[in-house]
């Protein structure tokens, strides 16, 4: 018993961990004291690198990651550990709510005036009025599912904020059951 109850403690203190970052992240984003090191930034390189940080997740679900980043992307002006963040957040989301053997696909457009990366899941999906509140703070869809997979409901709300400094956005796209695909629209700039 004592060994369970401190397991449960140890998860508690992650999550009130995780919780507390996010909050300050959030609050320096906010208040215009989070500092940004804009540099030109290979996005297909932040995605490999995240998609490698996931990989061991993905593995013990049988769930197939499959990266489509092409090499050739435009560089883009941004933070690179931002942005690195910014993919870590939506992926680990994808990760998280597909069940065993499942699959989650990055891939990329290029457009005149941005580049777009959507990262599409074959998860549980979100339920239609729910996406509109997506990237609030504090919001999360299923809240018992939430907590016991360890989210906090800030990640999709500093993906939000974190694109909004890089001058781009986010949007979702999802059905119950049926999978989610986000979509992060980076602004080509000179570099």
Not at 107 to 124: K, Y
């Amino acid at each position: 018993d004592a060994r369970r109850f401190v397991d449960i403690m140890l998860k508690q203190a992650q999550r009130l961990d995780r919780l507390v970052e996010d909050l300050l992240i959030i609050s320096q984003i906010e208040l215009g004291e989070m500092r940004f090191r804009f540099e030109e930034v290979a996005l297909a390189d932040v995605g490999a690198g995240v998609v490698s940080l996931m990989e061991a997740r993905a593995a013990a679900k049988r769930l197939h990651i499959d990266n489509r980043l092409p090499g050739d992307l435009p560089p883009l002006r941004g933070d690179r550990d931002r942005l690195s963040q910014v993919f870590v957040n939506v992926l680990d989301n994808a990760v998280k709510f597909t069940p065993d053997g499942g699959r989650v696909t990055i891939d990329a457009e290029v457009s005149s005036d941005q580049v777009t990366v959507t990262i599409a899941d074959t998860g549980t999906g979100i339920p239609r009025e729910d996406i509109a509140r997506l990237g609030e703070r504090f919001y999360r869809v299923d809240k018992t599912r939430s907590r016991e997979l360890g989210g906090t409901g800030r990640g999709l709300s500093i993906v939000k904020h974190l694109l909004h400094a890089h001058g781009g956005k986010m949007e979702i796209e999802s059905q119950s059951g049926r999978g989610t695909k986000v979509s992060l629209f980076f602004p080509r700039q000179t570099v």
